[in-house]
Every structure is written in C-alpha cells, then in structure tokens.
Nanobody, 119 residues
Framework: QVQLMESGGGSVQAGGSLRLSCAAS?????MGWFRQAAGEQREWVSS???????YYADYVKGRFIISRDNAKNTLYLQMNSLKPEDTAMYYC????????????????WGQGTQVTVSS
C-alpha cells in the first residue's frame, strides 16, 4: 500500500502561481498529477518517473513543472500562469508501472487538494 497526501491548493487570480506537494509513504516508479473539475471527468496533467523523465498534457505544457524528491518521498507540481480553466481538484497518484499516463494505470490516489483560479 502507498499512502498519498496532497497539500498546497488554494485560491489565486489568473496569472498567479501555486505549488502543490504530495507526501508519499513510499516511492514508486511513476507518480503523477490528475485533476477533476466539477461535473467533468478526471484528466491526466503530468507524470514523472524515478529517473526524472517527465510528461505533460498539452494544456499545461510550458506552464506546469512536475518534480520529485525521492529522498523525501515527495512529489511536486509547480503551476504558473494559472488560468480559470485550471480550476479543479488536483490528485496525486502513484503506480509501479512505467510511462503511465492514464488514470487506470495508477493504483494509489490521494484525497485531492482544491485549486481555484479566478479571472
């Protein structure tokens, strides 16, 4: 079992920044961020492997940066140039798979942290 706990969400104005953190009980091969807006399906945001390779969804590429500190068992998501359409609950996820980019490839999930971006 892997326990995950997100933090760092909040309310910001468009153009602002937030940094999400996810504390994990143990490190896994791939870790990722997903988000779910009200009334919408959960969507993948970004993933990172143990060696640091990263993947981003097109709608956050160039604005968000995913990183991980394996010594601290912590995953991060630096979100810059935030837009109102980034408003969602953000979830941290972990898997022992490699190159995982879809929700069904992730076995472990946090409870989520809310991000609200106002215009």
């Amino acid at each position: 079992q892997v326990q995950l706990m997100e933090s760092g969400g909040g309310s910001v104005q468009a153009g602002g920044s937030l940094r999400l953190s996810c504390a994990a009980s143990r490190i896994t091969s791939d870790m990722g961020w997903f988000r779910q807006a009200a009334g919408e399906q959960r969507e993948w945001v970004s993933s990172i492997g143990t060696t640091g390779y990263t993947y981003y969804a097109d709608y956050v590429k160039g604005r968000f940066i995913i990183s991980r500190d394996n010594a601290k068992n912590t995953l991060y998501l630096q979100m810059n140039s935030l837009k109102p359409e980034d408003t969602a609950m953000y979830y941290c996820a972990a898997t022992y798979r490699i190159g995982a980019q879809s929700a069904d490839e992730y076995s472990y999930w946090g409870q989520g942290t809310q991000v609200t971006v106002s215009s």
